[in-house]
């Protein structure tokens, strides 16, 4: 049977990274989170600075300004690119990328608008899974145990992480970030678990 990518999105610290690393080694598929960034950089030569800036916790950020930018026709230069110019050269070097990995097997993406990519640029199939935590808890200890949050802001740092993502698929893919409909599995860890939401992915996939 062949098998399906894998796109997850994700809120943050519901656990999305951990259930793609799971899906990876029990599916033995390749899993792209962060490092498509380094690996788009080393491929097309695209500043690894400009790549962490527009990343999908920046372009949300610079929504207003763009605005602005395309309604007067001027830009400010950002690593060498006008910032009307920079976010979309680093979303169509992912793009590429995307296809070049794609065209190798599939794989498991985590976010970063994979799932647009995969449908109208590469055209093969893919299961789109968006994972989520209904505790807040459960995000909050992540923050804290995985990505060292600290305490004393950690809530509005999760609410702005889902924000600029939000901003950002809205940005390229004109679809809203976590509606239902854009995806074919909503699957909650705090009910789940991270295994669980896997088990669910593997189950779709006919594993």
């Known amino acids: 049977m062949n098998k399906k990518s894998i796109v997850i999105d994700r809120e943050y610290g519901s656990g999305g990274r951990e259930v793609a690393r799971i ?8 899993f792209y989170d962060g490092n498509l960034l380094v690996l788009a950089g080393k491929e097309y030569g695209i500043d690894l600075g400009t790549l962490q ?3 999908e916790k920046g372009v949300g950020s610079l929504l207003h300004d763009l605005s602005l930018v395309r309604n007067s026709g001027f830009g400010s230069t950002v690593y060498g690119s006008t910032v009307n110019e920079a976010p979309f050269q680093v979303y169509s070097a ?6 070049q990995l794609v065209a190798k097997g599939p794989a498991i993406f985590l976010g970063r608008c994979t799932g647009q990519i995969l449908k109208t640029e590469a055209r093969v199939p893919f299961v789109h899974a968006f994972i989520y935590a209904s505790n807040m808890q459960d995000r909050i200890d992540r923050a804290r145990n995985v990505d060292g949050v600290e305490a004393s802001r950690i809530e509005a740092y999760i609410k702005r ?3 600029q993502r939000k901003n950002y698929n809205k940005f390229f893919t004109d679809k809203t970030w976590g509606d239902r409909d854009n995806y074919d599995l909503m699957l909650n860890t705090s009910a789940l678990g991270y295994e669980g939401a896997a088990a ?8």
């Open 23 to 30: 899906l990876s080694e029990k599916l033995g598929m390749e």
């Open 53 to 55: 800036t527009y990343d």
């Open 94 to 99: 992912q793009s590429r990328l995307v296809q």
């Open 161 to 163: 992480r889902d924000n």
């Open 200 to 207: 669910a992915i593997m189950a779709v996939m006919g594993e």
